[in-house]
């Protein structure tokens, strides 16, 4: 599959984003997604995951309860939604894909990566 992402912007704290992150490739059925993110100088994170089914997500403890992320498959979209922005959230943020079981939570897992989308959250 080839990923998109898109979605991102300048935003203050405390306000909300949602990335979206289409297929222009192959159907997203049967892949295991992902978002990450990258800030400058620090490597890159987990942020979020949901199964092939959509049925069982996964989430870093730092943005647990805060950005829900959800599949949409007939779309071949899958979206995050960013609430409660902090700073600390600036980043660059990539979605991903992997057909394999495995630890979500690890980019070694996924094989097929978005562009990035640029997240800035001003405090």
């Known amino acids: 599959v080839q990923l998109q992402a898109s979605g991102g912007g300048l935003v ?4 909300s ?3 979206s992150c289409t297929s222009s490739g192959r159907t997203f ?3 295991n997604l992902g978002w990450f993110r990258q ?3 620090k490597e890159r994170e987990f942020v979020a995951s949901i199964d092939w089914t959509g049925t069982r997500t996964y989430y870093s403890d730092s943005v647990k309860g805060r950005f829900p ?5 007939p779309k071949n ?3 995050l939604q960013m609430n409660s922005l902090k700073p600390e959230d600036t980043a660059v943020y ?4 992997t057909s394999r079981p495995g630890p979500y939570g690890s980019a070694g897992l996924y094989d097929q990566w978005g562009q990035g989308t640029q997240v800035t959250v001003s405090s």
């Open 17 to 19: 984003l949602r990335l």
């Open 39 to 41: 800030a400058p100088g």
């Open 77 to 79: 979209t899958v979206y």
């Open 12 to 15: 203050q704290a405390g306000g």
């Open 29 to 31: 059925s049967g892949y």
């Open 69 to 73: 992320i959800s599949r949409d498959n």
């Open 94 to 97: 990539y979605c991903a894909a």
